[in-house]
């Protein structure tokens, strides 16, 4: 099993930063994508944005430009920088890692529990 802790969310005014950060643990043989979700009271979730083992990344076309995805593969963990946040950005983020336990194994999707960022002033 693969456990996924998130931070770094909280309240901040429009135009300001805050950075989310993932640690994936436990029973970790590989990584592949890692990224980051996002759920609007009333919406569905959505990609934020996501980066793949080799470095390679994709955003939400709402948050080009103002988000940046990263990534330490000997730690697991996968930080998301964001900037100029507006009122829209407020949403409960979610943390999703694709990881297998052993080379025998497949890739599986994990979640962390969600962190919630409010930008409102």
């Known amino acids: 099993q693969v456990q996924l802790v998130e931070s770094g969310g909280g309240l901040v005014q429009p135009g300001g930063s805050l950075r989310l950060s993932c640690a994936a643990s436990?029973?970790?043989?590989?990584?592949?994508?890692m990224g980051w979700y996002r759920q609007a009271p009333g919406k569905q979730r959505e990609l934020v944005a996501v980066?793949?083992?080799?470095?390679?990344?994709s955003y939400a076309d709402s948050v080009k430009g103002r988000f940046t995805i990263s990534r330490d593969n000997a730690k697991n963990t996968v930080d998301l920088q964001m900037n100029t946040l507006k009122p829209e950005d407020t949403s409960v983020y979610y943390c999703?890692?694709?990881?297998?336990?052993?080379?025998?194994?497949?890739?599986?999707?994990?979640w962390g529990k969600g962190t919630l960022v409010t930008v409102s002033s």
């Open positions: 999703n890692v694709r990881a297998r336990s052993s080379t025998y194994d497949q890739y599986e999707d994990y």
């Open positions: 436990g029973s970790i043989f590989s990584v592949n994508v």
């Open positions: 980066i793949f083992s080799g470095g390679s990344r």
